[in-house]
C-alpha cells in the first residue's frame, strides 16, 4: 500500500504543513499539492461544495506529492466509509466531544478487528494500492477534533482511545465554546493555555496533534510548540492575503 508520508514525518518530530481546501476547484487543489504542502485537506464542513464534489478533489490532490485529506462534514459511519473508499489517507471529525463519540468514529474508519468500517474502497484500492486491505488501519491517519469545552475536559480520556490516532485543535469553536471572541488574538487569553495542555497531553500519550492557525505568526508557535500538523490558513484567505498585499503595494508605489 502506499506510504502514508504524514506518518513518516511524525516519526522524525517533523511537523507537516497542511492547505486546507474550502472552494470545490479541482485545479486550486492541484495548485496547492504542488506547492509544497505536505498534505490538501478537503473541508466538507465548511467548504463550498457537497461530497459529490471530493472525488474530483482528492483525484486532483492525488497528481501531486501532497497527501489527500478530508474533513468530514460530521461522526456519520456511511459518510466516513465514503470517504475512505474515495481515497483520503486522512479524516479530521469536527465536533468529538465524548469517548463514545471516539469510539464511533474509531468504529466507522477502521476495518475489524479495530472497527466496523464496511470493505468497498472502490478508489482506495487504485490510489492506496491492491494490497490496501491489509495496511488501512496502519496508514490512514485518523484525528478527532476537540473544539469545545466538553472536549477539552475528554480530552485525555478521548485521546486513549484505541484506534484513534490523535486530535486536531479547533481555536476558533473552542473560543467560542468558552466564551472568547475567535477575534481575540489567541496568545492573549486562556485559549493558548488551553492549546498548550493539548499538546502536552498528545506528547505525553504519543498521539498525532494538529491545530488550523488564522496567521502565520501562530502557525510557527505551533511548529515550535512540536504540533504534528499545522494548517496556515484555509486557500480563499491565502488567496485573499496575497491579492491585498500586491494590491497595497502597486497603490503604495503609484
Not at 199 to 223: N, P, T, V, W
Request: net charge negative.
Amino acid at each position: 500500500m502506499r506510504h502514508n508520508g504524514l506518518k513518516q514525518l511524525a516519526s522524525q518530530r517533523t511537523t507537516a504543513i497542511n492547505a486546507w481546501l474550502s472552494s470545490d476547484s479541482g485545479y486550486v487543489a492541484e495548485v496547492l499539492g504542488h506547492c509544497g504542502f505536505d498534505a490538501v485537506t478537503v473541508d466538507l464542513q465548511h467548504g463550498q461544495f457537497g461530497i459529490d464534489a471530493v472525488p474530483r478533489l482528492l483525484q486532483a490532490i492525488s497528481a501531486t506529492p501532497a497527501m489527500p485529506w478530508v474533513r468530514c462534514s460530521g461522526n456519520d459511519m456511511a459518510e466516513l466509509n465514503k470517504l475512505l473508499d474515495m481515497g483520503a489517507y486522512g479524516v479530521i471529525c469536527p465536533m468529538i466531544e465524548t469517548v463514545e463519540q471516539a469510539r464511533q468514529l474509531v468504529s466507522a474508519t477502521r476495518y475489524a478487528p479495530l472497527g466496523r468500517r464496511s470493505f468497498g474502497p472502490a478508489r482506495g484500492l487504485l490510489y492506496g494500492g491492491s494490497d490496501y486491505l491489509a495496511h488501512a488501519n496502519e496508514e490512514v491517519l485518523v484525528l478527532a477534533m476537540i473544539e469545545t469545552q466538553d472536549g477539552l475536559e475528554n480530552a485525555e480520556e478521548i485521546l486513549q482511545v484505541p484506534g484513534l490516532d490523535g486530535i486536531y485543535i479547533g481555536p476558533n469553536d473552542l473560543a467560542l465554546s468558552l466564551g472568547i471572541s475567535p477575534a481575540t488574538p489567541w496568545q492573549e487569553s486562556v485559549l493558548a493555555d488551553h492549546i498548550h495542555d493539548l499538546l502536552e497531553l498528545c506528547q505525553r500519550y504519543e498521539k498525532y496533534s494538529g491545530i488550523f492557525c488564522g496567521d502565520l505568526a501562530m502557525a510557527h508557535a505551533m511548529q515550535s510548540a512540536g504540533v504534528s500538523l499545522v494548517t496556515p490558513g484555509n486557500d480563499t484567505q491565502l488567496m485573499r492575503s496575497e491579492a491585498m498585499q500586491r494590491i497595497q503595494m502597486l497603490r503604495e508605489a503609484s
